[in-house]
């Protein structure tokens, strides 16, 4: 499957309002087949309500109505992460990530990201993640 996989890192310096990721993701938008996980969709939407509301992990959990408020705006957050094809985990990509993981020393979520681009045979990934430049089958996007 060729594309590239748009890790969290992209998306979320674009809700920051970085110009150059924005830009990086345009143009790949526009020239390539994007993708994406529910790992992806995790990160972003947990960063992201911790950035509009201003509070940390351990006060969400205590405040469930901000989560609760916050989801009515998840739509526009979704339509944005939908520009990639969201790739289904599976166990086949879970042995991969741990496999991942004891091979080149990435965290679990990141194991399942680089998992889910060797089980679909993507080669690219747009990340500002170094981490995965240590993975010797992906090829990390220049930002």
């Known amino acids: 499957m060729s594309g590239v996989f748009v890790d969290s890192s992209l998306f979320l310096k674009i809700l920051e309002g970085d110009v150059k990721a924005k830009d990086t993701f345009l143009s790949l938008y526009r020239t390539e087949k994007l993708y994406r996980n529910a790992i992806v969709y995790s990160e972003v939407i947990y960063v992201w309500i911790k950035l509009v509301t201003g509070k940390r992990s ?20 979704r339509a944005f992460l939908d520009l990639a094809q969201s790739l289904p985990l599976s166990a086949e990509i879970e042995n991969l990530a741990e ?14 990201i680089a998992a889910t681009c060797r089980h679909y045979g993507i080669r690219k990934i747009a990340t500002f993640d170094e981490d995965f430049k240590r993975v010797d089958f992906l090829e990390v996007v220049e930002i």
């Open 99 to 112: 496999e991942i993981m004891q091979n080149y020393g990435l965290l679990p979520n990141d194991a399942l």
């Open 58 to 77: 351990f006060e969400l959990k205590k405040i469930p109505d901000i989560v609760k408020e916050k989801c009515s705006e998840i739509g526009n957050i």
